[in-house]
Each structure stands twice: as C-alpha cells, then as structure tokens.
C-alpha cells in the first residue's frame, strides 16, 4: 500500500513538472504573439502622435495625442481636406513631423489671393472644417502654380501661424512623404474619438 502510495505521488510530482513547463511555453508564446502584434500594428497600421504648436487650431491643440492610420494610403490617395502627417525640413539634424491638411491634390493649380485660396481658379470653400482666418502671407502662392504628379499642397488651419506649403523649406509635400492620416484623437479624454473634419 506504501509502496503505491509513494509511486502516486512521484507521478503527480511529475505531472505537476509538466503542467509548469506547459504553462511556462504558453506564456512565452503569447508574450510573443502580443509583441509582434504590437510591433506590426505602429509599423504598418497605425501610431500615437503628438500635436506641438498651435497651427491646427482650432481643429487640434497642442499636447493632444492623435492616433495616426498608417495603411488607408496604401490602398488609396491622399483626399482634400484630409489632416497628414510628413516630416518637415531638418533642424539640427532631425525633420520633426509635420500635421496639416492637404489643400491642393496632383496637378491642379493653386494660388493664394487676397487671403483666399484658388484651385484651378476657382475659390476654395473651407468653411466645412472651421477657418475663418485671413491669409496675410501667401509665400510661394501668391503666383499661380501647378502641383506635379505626386504632390501634395498642405496648409495648417491656423493660417496666421502655420508653417506649411506656402513656405519655400516647406513646399509642397511628395506622395512619398506623407507617412499617415489622423484618424483618432486619444487625448483628452474628452475629446477622444474620431478628428472631425
């Protein structure tokens, strides 16, 4: 009687083994499986980004955390009005991102006068989204000219202030520049949701 006493319990001693081994492997593969998630979610599919400066108000703040969809533009193009993100130009050896709305789509004509924006010689309704500021300073705009095949040109909403597609270190921005879209505003809380147009 002991004896299989003894042998019951060696088998459970070693079952208990197995069980920990077996829970120890299902937990490194889903730590695995989450970090890749994780990984191909901010590399191809989306990342938090933060607003810094005022030239989105009265659309976004800054400090506000933006969610950034980083696929939609893989299967389709940039639209008017629609808020991207590029790197601007480099200062101290870094391009810090930009946030601003795309105004002017490949190959139409743009041109700011008299504090409104043209397309193709007709005015640009942007009342949809806010702007009510004049523009004062048309930079390289204030001559018509034509955007190429695969560019983009992007004005921030707070026209006094934004450094955009009006200026020469700006310009206007490549297809290929143009890492993402804003999608989600994730902070403030009160604010959370989707960034109306």
């Known amino acids: 009687m002991a004896k ?4 019951a319990k060696k088998e459970e001693i070693a079952e208990e083994k197995i069980d920990w081994k ?3 492997v299902s937990t490194l593969l889903y730590l695995v499986f989450v970090c890749a998630a994780v990984f191909i979610i901010l590399t191809y599919v989306g990342q938090r980004t933060v607003v810094n400066g005022p030239s989105m108000c009265d659309t976004l703040y800054d ?25 601007g130009p480099e200062e101290n ?40 500021d004049y523009i004062d300073e048309a930079g390289i705009a204030e001559q018509a000219f034509t955007l190429g095949d695969e560019e983009y040109f992007c004005l921030g909403d707070n026209r006094p202030v934004s450094f ?5 270190e700006v310009g206007p921005v490549e297809r290929s520049e143009i890492v993402g879209k804003v999608w989600i505003r994730i902070w403030p809380l009160n ?3 989707n960034v109306d147009k």
């Open 4 to 7: 299989n006493s003894t042998k």
């Open 164 to 168: 955009d597609s009006r200026y020469e």
């Open 93 to 132: 050896g870094e391009s810090p991102y930009f946030i601003k709305r795309v105004i002017g789509l490949p190959g139409e004509t743009v041109q700011i006068q008299d504090g409104e924006v043209y397309i193709n010689g007709e005015e640009l309704t942007e009342d949809t989204y806010g702007i009510t």
């Open 22 to 24: 077996k829970e120890l």
């Open 63 to 87: 400090g506000e955390n933006l969610i950034m969809d980083k696929i939609s533009y893989r299967i389709h193009d940039p639209k008017r009005f629609d808020i991207v993100i590029f790197p």
């Open 191 to 193: 604010k959370f949701g």
